[in-house]
């Protein structure tokens, strides 16, 4: 399951530089996630880094878009940082 960044974003640029998949990113008005990238901090960190220091709560919530397993999200990981 990537997650989404809502329209609650404040652009407070906390969650970018915690993104240890490089998938959060500015978009046009607020900042988005790569789906291709988003592994929830799956092979880093227990708990997605980028909603731990978010200030608005449930601004970044899981994207009905885009639902994996949390294998599959092991396997992007992987692929990410190992070459696959």
């Known amino acids: 399951m ?3 960044i809502t329209k609650k974003c404040i652009n407070c640029d ?3 530089p915690e993104c240890p998949n490089q998938a959060i990113s500015m ?5 988005q996630i790569d789906a291709d990238r988003c592994t929830e901090c799956i092979g880093h960190y227990e708990t ?3 909603q731990q220091v978010c200030p608005i709560v449930n601004t970044i919530i899981t994207d009905p878009a885009h639902i994996e397993s949390k294998d599959l999200l ?8 190992h070459g696959g």
């Open 27 to 31: 978009g046009d008005s607020i900042y």
């Open 48 to 50: 997605p880094t980028c």
């Open 14 to 16: 906390m969650c970018e």
């Open 74 to 81: 092991w396997e992007k990981f992987v692929v990410l940082h």
């Open 2 to 4: 990537a997650l989404l």
